[in-house]
């Protein structure tokens, strides 16, 4: 078992950033991919980033290239989303998630793929 935690959610405005971190605790962290995903209610949860085991490979939505960037530090168990130029459309809950095994960009990017899921925390950007 793996019990994942974000954290760093809040209101900001348009064009601001927040810095999201995803706190794991279980299983060695280091033998799990980490992806984001987020959802708004009514629409389906959708993949943001994703970042390899030790951090070499990662990808992203063409939503927030350029503007959001994932890392880890497996020594703190720790994953983080930085994002910038934060929109309104951004707004959403965002959950991290952890797999283990195999990870590419389609398989990073699909939901079911991943094992574990954190309770999510609420990014809100205002216009």
């Known amino acids: 078992q793996v019990q994942l935690i974000e954290s760093g959610g809040g209101l900001v405005q348009a064009g601001g950033s927040l810095r999201l971190s995803c706190t794991a605790s279980?299983?060695?962290?280091?033998?799990?991919?980490i992806g984001w995903f987020r959802q708004v209610i009514g629409k389906e949860r959708e993949f943001v980033a994703a970042?390899?085991?030790?951090?070499?490979?990662?990808y992203y939505a063409d939503s927030v290239l350029g503007r959001f960037a994932i890392s880890r530090d497996n020594a703190k168990n720790t994953a983080w989303l930085q994002m910038n130029s934060l929109k309104p459309e951004d707004t959403a809950v965002y959950y991290c998630?952890?797999?283990?095994?195999?990870?590419?960009?389609?398989?990073?990017?699909?939901?079911?793929?991943?094992?574990?899921w954190g309770q999510g925390t609420q990014v809100t950007v205002s216009s």
């Open positions: 970042i390899g085991l030790s951090g070499g490979g990662t």
């Open positions: 279980g299983r060695p962290f280091s033998n799990y991919n």
């Open positions: 998630a952890a797999k283990s095994l195999t990870f590419s960009r389609d398989i990073a990017a699909t939901t079911w793929r991943y094992n574990y």
